[in-house]
């Protein structure tokens, strides 16, 4: 069993950053690639982007530049580091597997930036 705790988000205005972090519990933590995800209001949830156990990282067109994915094997955590943010990354933010799996979504985190 995954627990999965999102933590971070915020208010921020258009231009700045925020990181985020997702504590995982559960020895299968190290050997997984982990995704960041996020649901704007009225959308589908959308893949933001991911990192391997061994580091590769991929992002979504629309944060490349602008975001990092990071984790630390040692806190079972991986982190979302956020900058230029824009008023179109407003959404709640979820970490999970990649490719996500269905009972391990939690409660998200939620992003607004403002204009």
């Known amino acids: 069993q995954v627990q999965l705790v999102e933590s971070g988000g915020g208010l921020v205005q258009a231009g700045g950053s925020l990181r985020l972090s997702c504590a995982a519990s559960?020895?299968?933590?190290?050997?997984?690639?982990m995704g960041w995800y996020r649901q704007a209001p009225g959308k589908q949830r959308e893949f933001v982007a991911r990192?391997?156990?061994?580091?590769?990282?991929n992002y979504a067109d629309s944060v490349k530049g602008r975001f990092t994915i990071s984790r630390d094997n040692a806190k079972n955590t991986v982190y979302l580091q956020m900058g230029s943010l824009k008023p179109e990354d407003t959404a709640v933010y979820y970490c999970?597997?990649?490719?996500?799996?269905?009972?391990?979504w939690g409660q998200g985190t939620q992003v607004t930036v403002s204009s």
């Open positions: 990192i391997t156990s061994g580091g590769y990282t």
């Open positions: 559960g020895s299968i933590f190290r050997m997984s690639t």
């Open positions: 999970n597997l990649y490719p996500s799996a269905p009972n391990y």
